[in-house]
């Protein structure tokens, strides 16, 4: 797969958009996307089902390959969803929207976030904002730091994961991942946790 990494985006820079936005990547298939660090503003005017990440907006891994790693990125700036479109957004603060699947092996480690996540809808975490995996893939979120914001979201918010679901023989394994005092979710109404908004699995094998 591709690699993008070593990369900084700062300054007065923002990113705005409809569908899968992020401040660095739109969209990432198959991708290593590593030691990326941004401060860039990303907007949305809210479409329906699509990711809003501080570094990938959309990320999907959906090969045998043995590993692919989302690693030591940066973000600090502020993703805000306008108030046009509809429900259900995504939005996180390295990835917005995550999907996995096939056997391959995602890790998701040593991100910080910083930064804001303003008016979500739904799915909003500080890491991953809507996290699934499938097939017999495996995901990794470990050691990363959290010290950012989640304010005005309706439903469905997490320090580190706004939403993930596990399907057939597919894991997520969290671990050992820091959360300082500053980081807080604001204003949230349903199923809000420090660390996952919600969770379901679906063994669809049985």
């Known amino acids: 797969g591709a690699t993008i990494q070593n990369l900084t985006l700062g300054g007065t ?13 739109g969209t990432a298939n198959n991708t290593n996307l590593n030691t ?5 503003d990303v ?12 570094i990938v ?3 999907e891994s959906n090969t045998n390959t043995p590993n692919y790693a989302i690693t030591d990125n940066t973000y600090s700036g502020s993703i805000a969803i306008g108030d046009g479109g509809g429900p259900f957004n995504r939005s996180g603060g390295i990835v917005g929207q995550f999907i996995s699947s096939g056997s391959s092996t995602v890790n998701i480690d040593g ?33 990363n730091a959290i010290t950012g914001q989640i ?18 023989n597919s894991a997520l394994s969290v671990e050992n991942n820091n959360f300082t005092t500053e980081a807080q979710i604001n ?20």
């Open 57 to 59: 907006g959309c990320y």
């Open 187 to 206: 204003n949230t109404q349903y199923n809000v946790g420090g660390i996952v908004g919600g969770a379901e699995s679906d063994d669809s094998s049985t």
């Open 151 to 168: 304010t005005n979201t309706y439903d469905l918010a997490g320090g580190l994961i706004g939403y993930f679901k596990t399907r057939d």
């Open 111 to 143: 991100n910080s976030f910083s930064g804001n996540i303003i008016n979500a809808s739904d799915y909003a975490g500080g890491v991953v904002g809507y996290l699934q995996t499938n097939g017999n893939s495996v995901v990794t979120a470990d050691s």
């Open 13 to 25: 820079s923002s990113v705005s958009g409809t569908r899968c936005v992020g401040s660095v990547v």
């Open 43 to 54: 907007y949305s005017s809210q479409y329906y089902h699509d990711g809003y990440g501080g």
């Open 36 to 40: 990326l660090t941004s401060s860039a």
